[in-house]
Nanobody
Framework: VQLQASGGGKVQPGGSLRLSCVAS????????VAWFRQAPGKEREGVSC????????YYADSVKSRFTIARDKAKNTVYLQMNSLKPEDTAVYYC???????????????????WGQGTQVTVSS
């Protein structure tokens, strides 16, 4: 499975961006898909995740009500719509996916087996 993230860029505070994560290869192996981010000097953090089984979504407290994750199964794509962006959202954003082979009931949505390259998001005036 290969994951390709795109859609990053530079935006002013209050602006919006939509990130895309396209899966290719053995996409039938993919279950949950998550977005992570890592800012300079900080640890990587889970931003949002969507479950394959029931489409449940999860968000970090810092992005709730501003970010929305969505999945288009026909296009093997997961989107992260980011609104009302703040300077503290500046980071490299990564998409990641869990393999069905790793899945078990109750497993964290954020546990990931496949990783894409990052896309830079910069929020600055």
């Amino acid at each position: 499975v290969q994951l390709q993230a795109s859609g990053g860029g530079k935006v002013q505070p209050g602006g919006s961006l939509r990130l895309s994560c396209v899966a290719s290869g053995d996409t039938a192996e993919v279950t949950n898909v998550a977005w992570f981010r890592q800012a300079p000097g900080k640890e990587r953090e889970g931003v949002s995740c969507i479950r394959e089984t029931d489409s449940s979504t999860y968000y970090a407290d810092s992005v709730k009500s501003r970010f929305t994750i969505a999945r288009d199964k026909a296009k093997n794509t997961v989107y992260l719509q980011m609104n009302s962006l703040k300077p503290e959202d500046t980071a490299v954003y990564y998409c990641a996916a869990q393999a069905w082979g790793s899945w078990s009931p109750g497993i964290s949505c954020y546990q990931s087996d496949f990783w894409g390259q990052g896309t830079q998001v910069t929020v600055s005036s």
